[in-house]
């Protein structure tokens, strides 16, 4: 099961680090009104995938291509063995880039995802329109590193990872508790698909690899250090009840680029993925963005 919305169907790109599947528009509904493609990329945790997105993209499939990949490594695409690192999610964006290169897209993505974007946007930035960037981090952000903390050092231990990734996200209890504790503002609003979306992709064959290069720390930098390098004009929406990256560091983080940074958006009563938990209320602050984008083509 791929647990997308009607209307959008599955293909595949060829990456160089393997092909990637993706979920669009293109084909199975009306032509979009405008050519400008929308890119949704998802984050870094065990058993993430396009599903992140899959309830906020159908918003926009009226006016625009959608294009939601799972990422080499994650969800229905290939899964190599590998210790993972900033540069294959690089390599990943500029592979997707010049499967759509037709005209810049607009760029959605979150958490440490977001953050790596913002480092890709730097070196290629013509290439892309907006970012939209949902509780971006680099999780060593401020001088305080996750990769120093405990659950990252055990994570370290040989032998001991792929038992923490079984126990901890391989299975449906861990990833209620977790998105519970962690991801959402309200528990209650966690539903069986989306558990079980969660473990379709942290059961796929070498899932481990991926995640674990993200529970050890190995893609964490300072996103202090990039952040004001950023020219690509960003929106950033921010969780209310963000627990990994607070809403607090969020606004410390956007006041390091006031000039490409045009807008940071509270979502009340929300967690670190509020496109997912509430995603009514992470469209809204969007949709002028769009509309003028569109207006502007």
Same mark, same amino acid.
């Given at each position: 099961?791929?647990?997308?919305?009607?209307?959008?169907?599955?293909?595949?790109?060829?990456?160089?680090?393997?092909?990637?599947?993706?979920?669009?528009?293109?084909?199975?509904?009306?032509?979009?009104?405008?050519?400008?493609?929308?890119?949704?990329?998802?984050?870094?945790?065990?058993?993430?995938?396009?599903?992140?997105?899959?309830?906020?993209?159908?918003?926009?499939?009226?006016?625009? #291509?959608?294009?939601?990949?799972?990422?080499?490594?994650?969800?229905?695409?290939?899964?190599?063995?590998?210790?993972?690192?900033?540069?294959?999610?690089?390599?990943?964006?500029?592979?997707?880039?010049?499967?759509?290169?037709?005209?810049? #897209?607009?760029?959605?993505?979150?958490?440490?995802?977001?953050?790596?974007?913002?480092?890709?946007?730097?070196?290629?930035?013509?290439?892309?329109?907006?970012?939209?960037?949902?509780?971006?981090?680099?999780?060593?952000?401020?001088?305080?590193?996750?990769?120093?903390?405990?659950?990252?050092?055990?994570?370290?231990?040989?032998?001991?990872?792929?038992?923490?990734?079984?126990?901890?996200?391989?299975?449906?209890?861990?990833?209620?508790?977790?998105?519970?504790?962690?991801?959402?503002?309200?528990?209650?609003?966690?539903?069986?698909?989306?558990?079980?979306?969660?473990?379709?992709?942290?059961?796929?064959?070498?899932?481990?690899?991926?995640?674990?290069?993200?529970?050890?720390?190995?893609?964490?930098?300072?996103?202090?250090?990039?952040?004001?390098?950023?020219?690509? #004009?960003?929106?950033?929406?921010?969780?209310?009840?963000?627990?990994?990256?607070?809403?607090?560091?969020?606004?410390?983080?956007?006041?390091?680029?006031?000039?490409?940074?045009?807008?940071?958006?509270?979502?009340?009563?929300?967690?670190?993925?509020?496109?997912?938990?509430?995603?009514?209320?992470?469209?809204?602050?969007?949709? #002028?963005?769009?509309?003028?984008?569109?207006?502007?083509?």
């Amino acid at each position: 099961m791929t647990f997308q919305p009607p209307g959008f169907e599955q293909r595949a790109i060829a990456t160089p680090l393997g092909v990637m599947a993706y979920y669009t528009n293109l084909g199975t509904l009306p032509t979009p009104a405008s050519p400008i493609p929308l890119i949704f990329l998802h984050s870094l945790g065990g058993g993430s995938s396009a599903y992140e997105w899959s309830r906020f993209y159908p918003a926009f499939a009226a006016d625009h #291509p959608i294009i939601a990949p799972d990422l080499v490594g994650w969800g229905q695409s290939t899964h190599p063995q590998r210790n993972y690192t900033p540069e294959d999610y690089f390599t990943q964006f500029a592979a997707l880039l010049d499967a759509f290169p037709e005209t810049p #897209p607009v760029v959605f993505a979150s958490s440490l995802t977001a953050g790596l974007l913002v480092r890709f946007a730097i070196q290629q930035s013509d290439r892309l329109r907006l970012l939209v960037l949902v509780c971006p981090s680099g999780y060593s952000d401020f001088g305080e590193s996750y990769a120093q903390g405990l659950s990252a050092q055990l994570v370290r231990i040989p032998g001991l990872d792929q038992g923490i990734y079984s126990l901890g996200a391989a299975n449906a209890s861990a990833i209620r508790t977790f998105m519970e504790r962690f991801l959402f503002a309200q528990p209650n609003r966690i539903t069986e698909e989306m558990v079980a979306a969660y473990l379709a992709s942290a059961e796929q064959p070498n899932a481990a690899y991926s995640a674990l290069a993200s529970l050890r720390g190995d893609l964490c930098f300072d996103l202090t250090r990039y952040l004001p390098q950023l020219t690509v #004009p960003t929106v950033m929406l921010w969780g209310e009840k963000a627990w990994f990256s607070t809403l607090s560091r969020g606004k410390r983080l956007a006041s390091l680029n006031p000039k490409a940074i045009q807008g940071f958006h509270e979502i009340p009563d929300a967690g670190v993925l509020p496109h997912l938990e509430v995603p009514a209320r992470a469209i809204a602050p969007i949709q #002028p963005y769009l509309n003028q984008i569109r207006a502007k083509d």
